[in-house]
Nanobody
Framework: QVQLVESGGGLVQAGGSLRLSCAAS????????MGWFRQAPGKERDFVTR????????YYADSVKGRFTNSRDNAKNTVYLQMNSLKPEDTAVYYC??????????????WGQGTQVTVSS
């Protein structure tokens, strides 16, 4: 079983940056895809990005492409989401997830508790 703990959320002005971290407590961390999803109030949980077990392959939602960077450090069992040029529409609770991959939430069996990101205009 994977335990995921996100950190790094907060309040930032539009145009600013934040870096989210997700620490995983599992020996099989290296064998799973890691995804980031976000959920704004009253909306569905949306795919943001995912990264392969090796870190060599990443996918991004069009809405964040060019602004967000997904990376992982398998030695530290941690994935990072660097978010630049933040916009008010990026405001949401951000979740990291571990699983078989894909851009749908049902491809991930383990989830963190989420961290709030708020971007003010």
């Amino acid at each position: 079983q994977v335990q995921l703990v996100e950190s790094g959320g907060g309040l930032v002005q539009a145009g600013g940056s934040l870096r989210l971290s997700c620490a995983a407590s599992v020996r099989t961390f290296r064998s799973v895809w890691m995804g980031w999803f976000r959920q704004a109030p009253g909306k569905e949980r949306d795919f943001v990005t995912r990264i392969s077990w090796s870190g060599g392959t990443t996918y991004y939602a069009d809405s964040v492409k060019g602004r967000f960077t997904n990376s992982r450090d398998n030695a530290k069992n941690t994935v990072y989401l660097q978010m630049n040029s933040l916009k008010p529409e990026d405001t949401a609770v951000y979740y990291c997830a571990a699983g078989k991959g894909g851009s749908s939430w049902y491809g991930y069996s383990e989830w963190g508790q989420g961290t709030q990101v708020t971007v003010s205009s």
